[in-house]
């Protein structure tokens, strides 16, 4: 039974199945080298492509730490969703529903283009919701200002240029976001118009509680990265498990489970659970098949 945890740190793999643009970094424990994957497949198994993506992603950022090691942070829901917060590409133009799920967001970026993308917020928000490692308040706004993690500016047009983003998409994103938020309606992306949006927002926020103005200077700036938390690619598996042939055949007694087999969800990220939910499962059902059990 393969359970080596999926693609995670596996260059070839990575090479044949993502995007381009995602880095050569994951989320996935470092012991995590696509193994059960290389070894099926040196014995003819069959690896499906993952259908709508090859892994589930979140948009992630990274600390360099003074001892040279990185700390990477994924922007799960605490920031991103809340009201005063936009994302913008390198041409400074939003690009995806801030307040959708993290895989949904790095699709977003996946979708543009995007290999980073840079999260605005101001003063005010920073202090109320903080941003990624900067917890709210601002304790420790210095020392991540000078290990580079966060830019800051006294407005946008010097906050674009510091962070090499350009100026005039920037100015238009957030004039937009400050009309949007005015009129508690998201004309560009329908951000707080599902439950979901809703639940990840500010709910003390009267109107759409993913919506607020940016305009209490200063501005700051954090870049992100779209990094994989799980493959949904892996090896093609039968109801019972059973690892696929190229052809189609079950390999008998040849099992995969957790991220070694390719996700029932077809690369889609339905909501949490999606992949240690049929984790659990498949492993229930090989070990009973396994033991010449009936399965439901
Ligand atoms: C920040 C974050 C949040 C997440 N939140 C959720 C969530 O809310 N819900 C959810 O469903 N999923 C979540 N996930 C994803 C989930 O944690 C993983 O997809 C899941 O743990 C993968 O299980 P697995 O058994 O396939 O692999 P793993 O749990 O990674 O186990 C694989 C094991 O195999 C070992 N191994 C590797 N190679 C070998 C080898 N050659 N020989 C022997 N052993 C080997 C590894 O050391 C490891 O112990 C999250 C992931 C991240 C990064």
């Given at each position: 039974?393969?359970?080596?945890?999926?693609?995670?740190?596996?260059?070839?793999?990575?090479?044949?199945?993502?995007?381009?643009?995602?880095?050569?970094?994951?989320?996935?424990?470092?012991?995590?080298?696509?193994?059960?994957?290389?070894?099926?497949?040196?014995?003819?198994?069959?690896?499906?492509?993952?259908?709508?993506?090859?892994?589930?992603w979140m948009?992630?950022?990274?600390?360099?730490?003074?001892?040279?090691?990185?700390?990477?942070?994924?922007?799960?829901?605490?920031?991103?969703?809340?009201?005063?917060?936009?994302?913008?590409?390198?041409?400074?133009?939003r690009?995806?529903?801030?307040?959708?799920?993290?895989?949904?967001?790095?699709?977003?970026?996946?979708?543009?283009?995007?290999?980073e993308?840079?999260?605005?917020?101001?003063?005010?928000?920073?202090?109320?919701?903080?941003?990624?490692?900067?917890?709210?308040?601002?304790?420790?706004?210095?020392?991540?200002?000078?290990?580079?993690?966060?830019?800051?500016?006294?407005?946008?047009?010097?906050?674009?240029?510091?962070?090499?983003?350009?100026?005039?998409?920037?100015?238009?994103?957030?004039?937009?976001?400050?009309?949007?938020?005015?009129?508690g309606?998201?004309?560009?992306?329908?951000?707080?118009?599902?439950?979901?949006?809703?639940?990840?927002?500010?709910?003390?926020?009267?109107?759409n509680?993913?919506?607020?103005?940016?305009?209490?200077?200063?501005?700051y700036?954090?870049r992100?990265?779209?990094?994989?938390?799980?493959?949904?690619?892996?090896?093609?598996?039968?109801?019972?498990?059973?690892?696929?042939?190229?052809?189609?055949?079950?390999?008998?007694?040849?099992?995969?489970?957790?991220?070694?087999?390719?996700?029932?969800?077809?690369?889609?990220?339905?909501?949490?659970?999606?992949?240690?939910?049929?984790?659990?499962?498949?492993?229930?059902?090989?070990?009973?098949?396994?033991?010449?059990?009936?399965?439901?």
């Amino acid at each position: 039974m393969l359970a080596t945890g999926g693609i995670g740190w596996n260059a070839d793999l990575r090479a044949r199945l993502f995007p381009p643009q995602i880095a050569p970094v994951s989320q996935t424990p470092a012991g995590n080298t696509g193994d059960g994957i290389a070894v099926a497949e040196g014995i003819g198994a069959a690896v499906d492509d993952g259908g709508d993506s090859p892994a589930l992603w979140m948009p992630c950022s990274m600390l360099r730490r003074p001892d040279g090691s990185t700390a990477i942070w994924p922007h799960i829901l605490l920031d991103r969703a809340k009201p005063g917060l936009i994302a913008v590409g390198r041409d400074g133009r939003r690009f995806v529903n801030e307040s959708d799920s993290y895989h949904d967001f790095a699709m977003g970026m996946i979708r543009a283009g995007l290999s980073e993308a840079w999260l605005i917020v101001d003063a005010a928000f920073l202090r109320r919701y903080g941003l990624g490692l900067m917890l709210p308040g601002g304790r420790g706004l210095r020392r991540l200002l000078k290990a580079g993690y966060l830019d800051r500016a006294p407005d946008p047009g010097t906050l674009a240029a510091r962070i090499g983003v350009d100026a005039a998409g920037l100015a238009a994103s957030v004039a937009a976001a400050n009309r949007f938020a005015a009129e508690g309606v998201d004309r560009d992306f329908g951000r707080g118009t599902s439950a979901m949006n809703r639940f990840n927002g500010d709910g003390t926020v009267a109107g759409n509680p993913c919506l607020g103005p940016i305009g209490t200077a200063p501005f700051y700036a954090l870049r992100v990265v779209p990094i994989d938390l799980a493959g949904a690619a892996g090896l093609r598996i039968t109801p019972e498990a059973l690892v696929r042939d190229r052809a189609g055949a079950p390999i008998p007694g040849l099992y995969a489970c957790g991220n070694d087999a390719a996700s029932i969800f077809r690369g889609t990220y339905p909501g949490p659970g999606t992949t240690i939910g049929p984790a659990m499962v498949f492993g229930w059902r090989i070990g009973r098949h396994a033991a010449g059990q009936p399965l439901p």
